[in-house]
């Protein structure tokens, strides 16, 4: 199992990033897959969850309206667009393929500052 995030870095606040997680190694469609994130000195946090099919998904209050999570089983891609971003969504955000125990990308580093 692999999984690559990409698309983090620096953005104003009020600005949007797109994060993209490629998987492979695995049959992609067939489970669901989740967003996290770890600020610095706090505990990892889901951010977003969705279906193997995509029709399903699930956010975290904080990030409610601001953040939607898709897929694209074709690409064995997930993706997480994020507007309206704010200071306190600065952190290392990781993609989770949700079988077995859980399998984690390296992470990619979104900071939000002006």
């Known amino acids: 199992v692999q999984l690559a995030e990409s698309g983090g870095g620096l953005v104003q606040p009020g600005g949007s990033l797109t994060l993209s997680c490629a998987a492979s190694?695995?049959?992609?469609?067939?489970?669901?897959m989740s967003w996290y994130r770890q600020a610095p000195g706090k505990e990892r946090e889901m951010v977003a969850k969705?279906?193997?099919?995509?029709?399903?998904?699930n956010y975290a209050d904080s990030v409610k309206g601001r953040f939607t999570i898709s897929r694209d089983n074709y690409k064995n891609t997930m993706y997480l667009q994020m507007n309206s971003l704010k200071p306190e969504d600065t952190a290392v955000y990781y993609c989770?393929?949700?079988?077995?125990?859980?399998?984690w990308g390296q992470g990619t580093q979104v900071t939000v500052s002006s």
């Open positions: 190694g695995f049959p992609f469609g067939w489970y669901d």
């Open positions: 989770r393929a949700d079988f077995s125990s859980g399998y």
């Open positions: 969705i279906t193997n099919t995509g029709r399903g998904t």
